[in-house]
Structure formats: structure tokens, C-alpha cells
């Protein structure tokens, strides 16, 4: 908003009510001047031809012309200095008569197409003015014997056209004269308004000037000369403010010197605290840095003889022992394994203190996962005569995307915290949908034992570091104290919240909640087709688990009954599922003639034993052909053992149907740079095509696209040089393979990486390791398609095979078999190429750790390398360890933040060189 000053306001208050008032009565004045010219002049032009039309009558009637045409222009003679011309017309609108010539006379006349109107009418028009008067025979002049409709009878009319020149310049001098005098108002005005301005506003700007210069601080200023009225008051008013002002600021200055003085001395005072604190921060810095790398490397250190123990005993334990030696390296192995697992919570521990935990994000079967738990906790449950059970809600989703191995973790702490608390009960594993929102989930999960419990004054103590709930625990079940503490830390780190409640000696119920990215990956399920609506028989003594078996069953459309013990008379059924109760001692003699009765009532007959029990079940099936599943009966072992029946009998796991019998006609190409992995890919695909091509990098593909055309083209991603998404644009604007899919394959499976793949122009989305299922399912679905444009992404990643029963195992071999189609050959040549590449590998780590000089994107290129070339040789600890590395780096961190888990990764190098001799030699 303009602010005005006081001078202007005086200016404009002065002049704006005189300008617009001399305005609105110059233009009154003058419109009404102006209009009034016009009206005179067509009176006097109405005044001059409606008497000649009179005059004209009885010429008119009688034809004579010369008549009319002297007295029209003795009527334009003598009004000559307005009249341009005259002329009349007849009735039929033909010139009868005028007084000079004019060069258009049809502007004079009326339209031909109307009547001659029976008054006078006024046409103005530009500089002209045209008055036109009829000529009407009136009574006297018509014959007697002359009807009614002859009077009054229009004989022509006539036009006299004026000229306004004259006009025009009277009323121009009336606007000019107007203009004058108020201007010459507005100048008076202005006068005025200058005198008053300077008697004003000139004290009043002398007066703002001088508080101006008070307000910058020279106090000493103070107002002269003479004043009237008010702004006289106002003067003494100001001068009288500035001496206050000048004795208050003399009073203030000594107080601030005296607080400036006292400030100093405390601001010292604060300087050398601030030091101090500074000093201590230091030293807390660096007492925890100490810590940290103490930590890791002494977890290396112990790790690396222990690892040593454990495996020397198990290889031990594989040769001829006497029983007392047996037992004794039993003891060393579990003791060691304990040991392994106190070091891995304290190296975990230190992680999350510092910060340094990374959660992975991967798509997984939660399903599955629950399940790997469940089934690596039972041994333990079932020692104890404990009864484990799991149940899922149907309404998560199968396919999630999270770290599938911390929530494993924090899983199996907690399950494995009421196994080692509970003497006798249940152990009962609740998962349930929270909410759902969109593409995310929050899952609720609860374990419920029937242990010794934990008081209200203890449940304080149990998310503490090194403590536990009561001192004797320690020395009674074992343990850290850290596994609590460990797991609140991971839970809060997915976005959760950790609680419990208890009840001493009613036992506990330990809770958490998690949440989770949902996906739309295929993954593969069973078909429960042959089994819907087929008759179960249900044998449970244990009334929690009859229930969680019974309501899966029920959800996959099977009819099932339920007894908690054996009829006496067993009626026919589809199925007869018998679960074993865990604390019992079984009669080989009774449970086989069980099998032979409800053999004769059924077909296919499910047996349910504790997990302490594989000699008898590995018996049952052989000898009396039932089927046999390892408790607890979660949802996978039930399904599987209800669809595929008898299969079970011979083979624990159930062997995938080829999903292609014979090779396609295919042409493609496979890209990668690391050779283990191109190794692996070109033998799986020799398998299923006619033809493969492999390039190990991104400038090779190219120059193989722009020579051969391929039929689908399977492309790595992060390559040196050209990385794979560089490539794809190129081989998509090539002439040759413009339309051929470009399938992205990377070991990054995290949230956002298919679309940006897909949007940065992949046809689809693989990661590694490649599974021979999935890559059948793309081939189908990429190569069975006569115009490839119209097919849709399938995305089939495969999930993440490491899980909490692959802890202690250094190298999977039924993971490389998988890995590499089942072929020992390939397997065994894909795990020397990894060991052929790791002391290259080894030695850029130990330069980074050493000198901490080498390049971090060159430590980055290794270790991703390193990564890919594990995902496909059955080590699941290394590859771990290597994506956590790849993932701290890719997020920031420095060579000096992962030094742990370098540490770490060398460990597992080392573990995996040693082990691999016993496969290779």
C-alpha cells in the first residue's frame, strides 16, 4: 500500500474537490449549450421549409414548376449562410423543382419503398442537416366535386439540406471557453493550496526531520524557530522527549557497562565449560568408536577359531566314535554353538547402538518364513514335550516386501525365549492383519506360552541390556540378557512397537507389530484342486492345535471332522490325519494297528510326529506306506502332504513338474559381467532354446544387437562402462532388435527398483539368483508370443533363499544343486569360479582397511561382483554379508563406517575358501 506524505494530501484534498467540481459544471454547461445550438438550428431550419411546403400547395396542384422554383429559392438566398440546398419531390419521389444543383439528390429524398410520412422529420447526418416537410392538398384548393379521399392527399415533399459548419465551431468554442475557466479555477486552487502547504506542512517536515535525527541517536538535537498554535505545543512537546531521552540513555549506558562487565565473566565461566564438555563429548566419541571396533574385531577374532571348533567336530562327528565320544563333541558342538550365538547378539548389539544395522527390503512368501521358524524351533519344543503351533491369518497377503531374515530373528528369539521359559503347555504362534492401507500392511504377531511367567515388577527389567527378569534365570535357562533388547531395537527400526503381558506362574504373552510393503510377485503355490471338498478325519489331543489345523483345512474348502482321540469304530473318510501327541511314549505295536484299521477305512493316511521322532516316521513310511509329516502341521506341510499323498513316502520334498518339455526355437542373448553368473545363465538356457549368444558387457551387447536380431534379450544391470539400462536405450533405437523384449536381471530387489527399471525401458524384471522355474515362466511367457508388444511384465523375482536354518551353514550344497539345474558338475564349477575370485576380492578389502585410500566405487564394484557371483553357489552367509555391505555403501556410508562389516565379510571369505575344499577335491 503507498503511503502518501502530508504535502501531497494537502495538494490533492486542495485540488481534486475543485477539479472535479469546475468538471461535472463545465460538462453540464456545455452538453446542455451544445444540445441547445443543435435544437435552434433545427428550428430554424423547420421554421424555414414547412411554410414554403404551405406556399408550395397550389403550385403544386397546378403543375408549375417556375412558381415553386422562385420561391424555393428566394427562401435560399435569404437564409443562405445555413441553407445548402432545396429541392421538392412529387408524390412519386421524382425532383420536381430545386434551387441550385446538388451532386447527390437522392440523399435529399425519402426511400422509395416507403409512404411520404405526414409530418415534418429530421435526418442528421455527419456535417448535414436534412429537414424534409410534406406538400398536402388541403379542403380549399380540391374541387367540389372532389370525393372525401382526395383531401388531404400528399402531392411531394420538401427537403432542405443545412450546413453545421457553423454550428460545429459554436458549440467547439463553448467546449474551449469551458476548458479555460476551469483550468483557470483549478489554478486559483493550486495557489491557495501552495500558501497553505507552506505555512504547514514546511514546520511540520522541519519537525519530522529533527525527530528523525533524535531517533538515530543524537539526543542533543533540538527544535528552533517560531511556530503557531499546535504545532508550537507540539514543538516544546518534542524538545522536552528529547532531554528525557537523553538523560535516560546516559542512565541506561552505565547500566549496560556494569551488565556487559558481568556477562564477560560469565561467558568465560561458560567458554571453559564448553571446553570441557567438548573434551568429554571426545572422549565418549572415541570410547565408543573403541568399542565398536573392539566388538567387531574381537567377533572376527572369536568367530574365525570357533567356526574352526565347530566344523572340525561335526566332521568328527561323521566318523567311527566310540558313544561316550560321540557324546562329548555333541557337547563341544553345542556349547560352541552357544558361544557363536552370544558373540553374533553382542556384534548385533553394537550395530544397532551405533546405528549401523541396515534393513534389507526383498520380497518374500511371509507364509514360508513364519513356517522356516516354526519348523527350526520344534526340535527344541518337542525335546521339551512342548506343543508348537502356527497360525496365519488368511487375510495377509502372501507376498510382502521387508527383511524376511531380521523378522526371523526377532521371531525366533522371542519363540525361542518361551521354549526355554515354559516346562509344559503350548507354544502358540499368532500372526494377524492389523490394518491395510493401500500397498502397505500392519502385521500383528503374538507368542503365547505356558511358562513360568514374568511379575509386573520384573517386566520392567526385560528390554534392559545384559539383565534379565529374575538374577537366578541366568545361571538356570542361560543367555546374554541381550536377545530382548536386541529385538525391540530391530522392531522399532521396521516401523513397530514391542509389548507384553504376564501374569507370574499363568505365563506370557509376548507381542509385536511390524509393518510391511505388499507385492504383486508371482510366487508358486500348490494346487489345491484335487483336494476341495474331500472328507478329513482330525485326530488331536491338543485342543489349540486341532483348532489351528482344523480352521486351515476349512479355509482350503476340505470338510473335516474333528475327535481329539481315537474312535472305536472308524467310519470311511477321503483322509485320516492322526497328530501324535508330543509327551507321549508311543507303542510301535498300537500305532501300527492303528494304520492297518484306518487303512481300511481310507486311502491315505496323514501321520503327525514330533520332530524327535525321524527314525520312527522314516520306519512308518517304509514299511506300512502312510504318510508321514514332522510336526507342527503347518499349512504348506499339510497341503502338500494332502495333494501329493503317497509321493511323500519316498522323498521329503515334492520335486516341481518342468514347466517346458521341449527347447523353444529362440534366439537370445544373455548379458553379464560377472562370469560366474553369464556361466550359469548360458547353462540354463542351452537347456530350454535353440540358440543362446552371452556378452559380458554393455558395449558388446550393443555391437551384437546391431548385428544379429535376438528374440529376447536378458541384460545385468550394473555392468563398468555401459551399465545395462545404458544399453537396453541403445539396442531398443537399433534397427534389428528395436522390439525385442529387454528383460532387466539384478540382485537389487528393492522397493521402487521394478519401476524404475521398467519406466527406464525394460520389458520385465528378474532377480538374482535366477531360479529354473522362473526363468521357464519367462521364457513361456516372453517367447510363446507371436507379437511380444502386447505382452505384460511378469516379474517373476524369485525370493530370497537364506533363512534361520542356513545360519551355521557356511555352504548349502542342495542350494547350488538347485541353483545350477540340479547339475553336480555345474555346481562344483560355479563354486570353484567363486573361489578362483575371492583373494582378488580379499586383497581390495584389505586395502580399504589398511589405507582407507582406495576408492569407494571401486570397493563397491568388487563387493557387488563378489555378491552376484554368490548368489548362485549355495553360500547364503556370504552372499548376506556382501549385500549388507553393498547396501551400507549405496547409502553413504564410508569405507570407515562398514569396517565391521568388512571384517565380517572376510570372515565369511575365509570360511567359505575353507569349506569349499571338501566339495571340490
Same mark, same amino acid.
Request: one cysteine or more; a negative charge.
Given at each position: 500500500?503507498?503511503?502518501?506524505?502530508?504535502?501531497?494530501?494537502?495538494?490533492?484534498?486542495?485540488? %481534486?474537490?475543485? $477539479?472535479?467540481?469546475?468538471?461535472?459544471?463545465?460538462?453540464?454547461?456545455?452538453?446542455?449549450?451544445?444540445?441547445?445550438?443543435?435544437?435552434?438550428?433545427?428550428?430554424?431550419?423547420?421554421?424555414?421549409?414547412?411554410?414554403?411546403?404551405?406556399?408550395?400547395?397550389?403550385?403544386?396542384?397546378?403543375?408549375?414548376?417556375?412558381?415553386?422554383?422562385?420561391?424555393?429559392?428566394?427562401?435560399?438566398?435569404?437564409?443562405?449562410?445555413?441553407?445548402?440546398?432545396?429541392?421538392?419531390?412529387? %408524390?412519386?419521389?421524382?425532383?420536381?423543382?430545386?434551387?441550385?444543383?446538388?451532386?447527390?439528390?437522392?440523399?435529399?429524398?425519402?426511400?422509395?419503398?416507403?409512404?411520404?410520412?405526414?409530418?415534418?422529420?429530421?435526418?442528421?447526418?455527419?456535417?448535414?442537416?436534412?429537414?424534409?416537410?410534406?406538400?398536402?392538398?388541403?379542403?380549399?384548393?380540391?374541387?367540389?366535386?372532389?370525393?372525401?379521399?382526395?383531401?388531404?392527399?400528399?402531392?411531394?415533399?420538401?427537403?432542405?439540406?443545412?450546413?453545421?459548419?457553423?454550428?460545429?465551431?459554436?458549440?467547439?468554442?463553448?467546449?474551449?471557453?469551458?476548458?479555460?475557466?476551469?483550468? $483557470?479555477?483549478?489554478?486559483?486552487?493550486?495557489?491557495?493550496?501552495?500558501?497553505?502547504?507552506?505555512?504547514?506542512?514546511?514546520?511540520?517536515?522541519?519537525?519530522?526531520?529533527?525527530?528523525?535525527?533524535?531517533?538515530?541517536?543524537?539526543?542533543?538535537?533540538?527544535?528552533?524557530?517560531?511556530?503557531?498554535?499546535?504545532?508550537?505545543?507540539?514543538?516544546?512537546?518534542?524538545?522536552?522527549?528529547?532531554?528525557?531521552?537523553?538523560?535516560?540513555?546516559?542512565?541506561?549506558?552505565?547500566?549496560?557497562?556494569?551488565?556487559?562487565?558481568?556477562?564477560?565473566?560469565?561467558?568465560?565461566?561458560?567458554?571453559?565449560?564448553?571446553?570441557?564438555?567438548?573434551?568429554?563429548?571426545?572422549?565418549?566419541?572415541? %570410547?565408543?568408536?573403541?568399542?565398536?571396533?573392539?566388538?567387531?574385531?574381537?567377533?572376527?577374532?572369536?568367530?574365525?577359531?570357533?567356526?574352526?571348533?565347530?566344523?572340525?567336530?561335526?566332521?568328527?562327528?561323521?566318523?567311527?566314535?566310540?558313544?561316550?565320544?560321540?557324546?562329548?563333541?555333541?557337547?563341544?558342538?553345542?556349547?560352541?554353538?552357544?558361544?557363536?550365538?552370544?558373540?553374533?547378539?553382542?556384534?548385533?548389539?553394537?550395530? #544397532?547402538?551405533?546405528?549401523?544395522?541396515?534393513?534389507?527390503?526383498?520380497?518374500?512368501?511371509?507364509?514360508?518364513?513364519?513356517?522356516?521358524?516354526?519348523?527350526?524351533?520344534?526340535?527344541?519344543?518337542?525335546?521339551?514335550?512342548?506343543?508348537?503351533?502356527?497360525?496365519?491369518?488368511?487375510?495377509?497377503?502372501?507376498?510382502?516386501?521387508?527383511?524376511? $531374515?531380521?523378522?526371523?530373528?526377532?521371531?525366533?528369539?522371542?519363540?525361542?525365549?518361551?521354549?526355554?521359559?515354559?516346562?509344559?503347555?503350548?507354544?502358540?504362534?499368532?500372526?494377524?492383519?492389523?490394518?491395510?492401507?493401500?500397498?502397505?500392511?500392519?502385521?500383528?504377531?503374538?507368542?503365547?506360552?505356558?511358562?513360568?511367567?514374568?511379575?509386573?515388577?520384573?517386566?520392567?527389567? $526385560?528390554?534392559?541390556?545384559?539383565?534379565?527378569?529374575?538374577?537366578?534365570?541366568?545361571?538356570?535357562?542361560?543367555?546374554?540378557?541381550?536377545?530382548?533388547?536386541?529385538?525391540?531395537?530391530?522392531?522399532?527400526?521396521?516401523?513397530?512397537?514391542?509389548?507384553?503381558?504376564?501374569?507370574?506362574?499363568?505365563?506370557?504373552?509376548?507381542?509385536?507389530?511390524?509393518?510391511?510393503?505388499?507385492?504383486?510377485?508371482?510366487?508358486?503355490?500348490?494346487?489345491?484342486?484335487?483336494?476341495?471338498?474331500?472328507?478329513?478325519?482330525?485326530?488331536?489331543?491338543?485342543?489349540?492345535?486341532?483348532?489351528?489345523?482344523?480352521?486351515?483345512?476349512?479355509?482350503?474348502?476340505?470338510?473335516?471332522?474333528?475327535?481329539?482321540?481315537?474312535?472305536?469304530?472308524?467310519?470311511?473318510?477321503?483322509?485320516?490325519?492322526?497328530?501324535?501327541?508330543?509327551?507321549?511314549?508311543?507303542?510301535?505295536?498300537?500305532?501300527?494297528?492303528?494304520?492297518?484299521?484306518?487303512?481300511?477305512?481310507?486311502?491315505?493316511?496323514?501321520?503327525?510326529?514330533?520332530?524327535?521322532?525321524?527314525?520312527?516316521?522314516?520306519?512308518?513310511?517304509?514299511?506300512?506306506?502312510?504318510?508321514?509329516?514332522?510336526?507342527?502341521?503347518?499349512?504348506?506341510?499339510?497341503?502338500?502332504?494332502?495333494?501329493?499323498?503317497?509321493?511323500?513316502?519316498?522323498?521329503?520334498?515334492?520335486?516341481?513338474?518342468?514347466?517346458?518339455?521341449?527347447?523353444?526355437?529362440?534366439?537370445?542373448?544373455?548379458?553379464?559381467?560377472?562370469?560366474?553368473?553369464?556361466?550359469?545363465?548360458?547353462?540354463?538356457?542351452?537347456?530350454?532354446?535353440?540358440?543362446?549368444?552371452?556378452?559380458?558387457?554393455?558395449?558388446?551387447?550393443?555391437?551384437?544387437?546391431?548385428?544379429?536380431?535376438?528374440?529376447?534379450?536378458?541384460?545385468?544391470?550394473?555392468?563398468?562402462?555401459?551399465?545395462?539400462? %545404458?544399453?537396453?536405450?541403445?539396442?531398443?533405437?537399433?534397427?534389428?532388435?528395436?522390439?525385442?523384449?529387454?528383460?532387466?536381471?539384478?540382485?537389487?530387489?528393492?522397493?521402487?527398483?521394478?519401476?524404475? #527399471?521398467?519406466?527406464?525401458?525394460?520389458?520385465?524384471?528378474?532377480?538374482?539368483?535366477?531360479?529354473?522355474?522362473?526363468?521357464?515362466?519367462?521364457?513361456?511367457?516372453?517367447?510363446?508370443?507371436?507379437?511380444?508388444?502386447?505382452?505384460?511384465?511378469?516379474?517373476?523375482?524369485?525370493?530370497?533363499?537364506?533363512?534361520?536354518?542356513?545360519?551355521?551353514?557356511?555352504?548349502?550344497?542342495?542350494?547350488?544343486?538347485?541353483?545350477?539345474?540340479?547339475?553336480?558338475?555345474?555346481?562344483?564349477?560355479?563354486?570353484?569360479?567363486?573361489?578362483?575370485?575371492?583373494?582378488?576380492?580379499?586383497?581390495?578389502?584389505?586395502?580399504?582397511?589398511?589405507?582407507?585410500?582406495?576408492?569407494?566405487?571401486?570397493?563397491?564394484?568388487?563387493?557387488?561382483?563378489?555378491?552376484?557371483?554368490?548368489?548362485?553357489?549355495?553360500?547364503?552367509?556370504?552372499?548376506?554379508?556382501?549385500?549388507?555391505?553393498?547396501?551400507?555403501?549405496?547409502?553413504?556410508?564410508?569405507?570407515?563406517?562398514?569396517?565391521?562389516?568388512?571384517?565380517?565379510?572376510?570372515?565369511?571369505?575365509?570360511?567359505?575358501?575353507?569349506?569349499?575344499?571338501?566339495?571340490?577335491?
Amino acid at each position: 500500500m503507498t503511503r502518501y506524505g502530508l504535502r501531497a494530501r494537502v495538494i490533492t484534498l486542495t485540488l %481534486a474537490p475543485t $477539479l472535479i467540481v469546475g468538471l461535472l459544471l463545465s460538462v453540464f454547461f456545455t452538453s446542455n449549450r451544445y444540445n441547445d445550438l443543435e435544437s435552434q438550428l433545427i428550428t430554424a431550419g423547420t421554421n424555414i421549409v414547412e411554410p414554403l411546403a404551405i406556399a408550395s400547395e397550389f403550385a403544386m396542384l397546378q403543375q408549375n414548376r417556375e412558381a415553386v422554383r422562385r420561391l424555393i429559392s428566394y427562401s435560399h438566398r435569404k437564409h443562405s449562410d445555413v441553407v445548402r440546398s432545396i429541392a421538392v419531390f412529387d %408524390a412519386k419521389h421524382e425532383l420536381f423543382v430545386t434551387s441550385n444543383f446538388h451532386p447527390n439528390f437522392e440523399s435529399l429524398m425519402f426511400p422509395k419503398s416507403k409512404p411520404i410520412p405526414m409530418h415534418s422529420t429530421v435526418e442528421l447526418i455527419d456535417t448535414k442537416l436534412i429537414i424534409r416537410s410534406p406538400i398536402i392538398a388541403e379542403a380549399q384548393y380540391i374541387a367540389p366535386q372532389a370525393n372525401a379521399k382526395e383531401a388531404d392527399q400528399v402531392l411531394g415533399y420538401i427537403a432542405i439540406e443545412l450546413d453545421l459548419s457553423s454550428l460545429r465551431l459554436q458549440q467547439y468554442q463553448e467546449i474551449v471557453v469551458a476548458l479555460i475557466v476551469m483550468f $483557470l479555477g483549478v489554478g486559483l486552487s493550486a495557489f491557495f493550496a501552495y500558501r497553505l502547504m507552506q505555512d504547514i506542512t514546511a514546520p511540520i517536515t522541519h519537525l519530522k526531520n529533527s525527530v528523525d535525527r533524535i531517533r538515530r541517536g543524537q539526543l542533543d538535537v533540538r527544535i528552533e524557530g517560531k511556530m503557531h498554535g499546535e504545532l508550537n505545543s507540539l514543538k516544546t512537546g518534542i524538545n522536552a522527549m528529547a532531554m528525557s531521552l537523553s538523560e535516560y540513555h546516559i542512565e541506561m549506558q552505565h547500566s549496560i557497562d556494569q551488565a556487559t562487565s558481568d556477562l564477560r565473566e560469565t561467558l568465560e565461566q561458560l567458554e571453559i565449560q564448553n571446553v570441557e564438555l567438548d573434551i568429554a563429548k571426545k572422549r565418549a566419541q572415541e %570410547a565408543a568408536r573403541v568399542k565398536s571396533e573392539f566388538l567387531a574385531n574381537m567377533s572376527h577374532e572369536l568367530r574365525t577359531p570357533l567356526n574352526g571348533v565347530i566344523g572340525f567336530t561335526r566332521q568328527m562327528l561323521k566318523t567311527n566314535l566310540s558313544r561316550s565320544q560321540t557324546d562329548y563333541l555333541q557337547t563341544i558342538e553345542h556349547s560352541a554353538n552357544s558361544l557363536l550365538n552370544i558373540i553374533n547378539d553382542i556384534l548385533d548389539f553394537s550395530k #544397532l547402538e551405533a546405528g549401523k544395522l541396515l534393513l534389507e527390503n526383498i520380497p518374500f512368501d511371509i507364509q514360508e518364513s513364519l513356517e522356516e521358524v516354526v519348523n527350526l524351533q520344534a526340535p527344541s519344543a518337542h525335546d521339551k514335550g512342548l506343543e508348537l503351533t502356527l497360525k496365519v491369518d488368511p487375510k495377509i497377503p502372501t507376498g510382502v516386501v521387508g527383511d524376511s $531374515l531380521r523378522i526371523q530373528q526377532v521371531l525366533t528369539n522371542l519363540v525361542g525365549n518361551a521354549i526355554k521359559f515354559t516346562e509344559r503347555g503350548n507354544i502358540d504362534v499368532s500372526i494377524e492383519l492389523r490394518s491395510q492401507k493401500e500397498d502397505q500392511v500392519e502385521i500383528q504377531f503374538m507368542i503365547r506360552d505356558t511358562g513360568i511367567g514374568i511379575s509386573e515388577r520384573q517386566q520392567a527389567q $526385560l528390554f534392559q541390556a545384559f539383565s534379565q527378569a529374575d538374577a537366578s534365570i541366568t545361571r538356570r535357562y542361560g543367555g546374554t540378557g541381550l536377545g530382548l533388547v536386541i529385538t525391540q531395537k530391530l522392531v522399532r527400526q521396521m516401523g513397530g512397537e514391542i509389548s507384553l503381558t504376564s501374569r507370574l506362574h499363568q505365563g506370557s504373552t509376548f507381542w509385536f507389530t511390524i509393518r510391511l510393503a505388499t507385492t504383486d510377485l508371482p510366487l508358486q503355490q500348490l494346487d489345491l484342486t484335487p483336494i476341495r471338498e474331500k472328507d478329513v478325519l482330525l485326530i488331536e489331543q491338543n485342543l489349540q492345535a486341532a483348532n489351528v489345523v482344523q480352521q486351515v483345512l476349512t479355509q482350503e474348502g476340505v470338510v473335516t471332522q474333528y475327535r481329539s482321540t481315537i474312535p472305536e469304530q472308524l467310519t470311511a473318510h477321503d483322509y485320516i490325519v492322526y497328530s501324535l501327541p508330543i509327551n507321549e511314549v508311543y507303542s510301535e505295536t498300537e500305532l501300527i494297528d492303528f494304520i492297518h484299521k484306518a487303512k481300511a477305512v481310507s486311502p491315505n493316511i496323514i501321520l503327525g510326529l514330533p520332530s524327535n521322532q525321524l527314525a520312527l516316521s522314516e520306519m512308518l513310511m517304509s514299511q506300512h506306506s502312510v504318510t508321514c509329516v514332522i510336526k507342527p502341521l503347518t499349512k504348506t506341510k499339510l497341503m502338500q502332504a494332502l495333494v501329493h499323498g503317497q509321493e511323500l513316502h519316498s522323498a521329503p520334498y515334492i520335486k516341481p513338474e518342468p514347466l517346458m518339455l521341449e527347447k523353444l526355437p529362440l534366439k537370445i542373448m544373455a548379458v553379464d559381467d560377472n562370469p560366474a553368473n553369464l556361466k550359469l545363465i548360458d547353462a540354463l538356457l542351452e537347456e530350454h532354446v535353440d540358440s543362446v549368444v552371452t556378452c559380458s558387457n554393455g558395449h558388446d551387447a550393443v555391437a551384437e544387437a546391431n548385428k544379429h536380431h535376438f528374440d529376447l534379450i536378458l541384460m545385468d544391470i550394473q555392468m563398468p562402462g555401459m551399465d545395462g539400462v %545404458a544399453a537396453c536405450e541403445a539396442i531398443k533405437n537399433s534397427t534389428l532388435n528395436a522390439q525385442t523384449p529387454v528383460i532387466a536381471v539384478t540382485a537389487h530387489a528393492m522397493t521402487g527398483e521394478r519401476d524404475r #527399471l521398467l519406466n527406464a525401458g525394460m520389458d520385465d524384471y528378474l532377480t538374482k539368483p535366477i531360479e529354473e522355474p522362473i526363468l521357464l515362466n519367462v521364457l513361456n511367457h516372453w517367447g510363446r508370443k507371436e507379437d511380444n508388444s502386447e505382452c505384460q511384465p511378469i516379474s517373476g523375482t524369485k525370493v530370497d533363499d537364506t533363512n534361520p536354518q542356513q545360519n551355521d551353514v557356511i555352504i548349502d550344497w542342495q542350494m547350488a544343486l538347485k541353483q545350477s539345474a540340479n547339475k553336480e558338475d555345474l555346481a562344483k564349477e560355479m563354486l570353484q569360479m567363486l573361489v578362483d575370485s575371492i583373494p582378488e576380492v580379499n586383497k581390495i578389502i584389505e586395502q580399504s582397511l589398511e589405507e582407507q585410500s582406495l576408492a569407494k566405487e571401486e570397493l563397491l564394484h568388487h563387493v557387488h561382483k563378489l555378491h552376484g557371483s554368490s548368489s548362485y553357489c549355495g553360500v547364503p552367509k556370504l552372499k548376506s554379508a556382501c549385500a549388507q555391505v553393498e547396501k551400507a555403501l549405496r547409502s553413504g556410508a564410508s569405507v570407515e563406517d562398514v569396517e565391521p562389516e568388512l571384517l565380517e565379510l572376510q570372515d565369511e571369505i575365509e570360511k567359505v575358501q575353507t569349506t569349499a575344499r571338501l566339495y571340490l577335491n
